[in-house]
């Protein structure tokens, strides 16, 4: 692990704005996050603020908020956040010796809206290729070095095959020493054994089980019988 706790350094704020109107990072304000696993989901509706949360880590860390690699940290000389510009994050002494320097800072900010781009940029996605191709290429070329990859709803581009590969990479980025965070709504995802899930929320931020999550019962119960959901949304 690389990093184990959030938590944001403000001395003053005005609670009726954005982003200190969210439920979530208020509880940021008050308490921090604890990580306590080299893998994180967080989950949530929309709107409750999981890509104000993983935008601002990837800027705490170093990376791009444009998404992308330790190699474009400035490439998109996009100023950060409001929340990145006061995100703290503490470091395990394992994470002390790689955030010490810049050069050994490595990680990867995959963002849906602008991952094409961003991978573009990198030479994993000529026009030629998918959003999910590119992601794909990526994840293979990318997922090897120990580092802090922050993701953004991947699976919006991904298949449910691709979904698994992508596990694989994880795994095996974790085993080399790498650590996740990863906004989704993916059960699929989320099911990674040894991940920790943390939802977000108009309670604030908690940490769920798998089995439990409210997506997960969804996804089941659609599943099982696609009607009990659509009559309410069908004439
Ligand atoms: N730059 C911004 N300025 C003001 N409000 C924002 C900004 N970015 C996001 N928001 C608002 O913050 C809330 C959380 O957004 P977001 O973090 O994108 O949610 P999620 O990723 O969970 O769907 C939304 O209501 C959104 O409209
Ligand atoms: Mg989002």
Not at 64 to 84: C, I
Not at 117 to 142: I, N, T, W, Y
Request: with cysteine; charged share 25%.
């Amino acid at each position: 692990m690389i990093i184990e706790r959030v938590y944001a350094n403000v001395a003053s704020y005005d609670r009726s704005e954005w982003p200190w109107s969210l439920p979530c990072v208020s509880r940021l304000l008050e308490d921090g996050l604890r990580i306590t696993a080299p893998v994180t989901f967080l989950v949530g509706e929309n709107g409750t603020g999981k890509s104000t949360l993983v935008e601002a880590v990837a800027e705490g860390f170093g990376l791009d908020s444009w998404g992308g690699s330790h190699d474009w940290r400035y490439a998109s000389h996009r100023p950060k956040s409001v929340l990145g510009e006061r995100i703290r994050l503490d470091a395990t002494p394992y994470g002390r010796r790689m955030m010490g320097s810049w050069s050994a800072r490595k990680g990867f900010f995959l963002r849906a809206e602008t991952a094409l781009d961003a991978l573009d940029r990198e030479g994993f996605a000529p026009h030629s290729v998918s959003h999910g191709e590119g992601f794909l290429a990526a994840f293979r070329g990318k997922f090897f070095q120990p580092g802090l990859y922050v993701m953004d709803e991947p699976e919006a581009a991904l298949s449910f095959s691709s979904c698994l590969e992508l596990l694989g990479h994880v795994e095996q980025l974790v085993k080399n020493g790498g650590q996740v965070i990863c906004a989704t709504h993916s059960p699929l995802l989320t099911a990674l054994p040894g991940a920790d899930i943390v939802e977000i929320g108009e309670h604030g931020m908690r940490r769920v089980a798998w089995s439990d999550l409210a997506l997960v019962d969804h996804w089941r119960r659609y599943l099982a019988d696609p009607h009990s959901y659509l009559r309410h949304v069908l004439d």
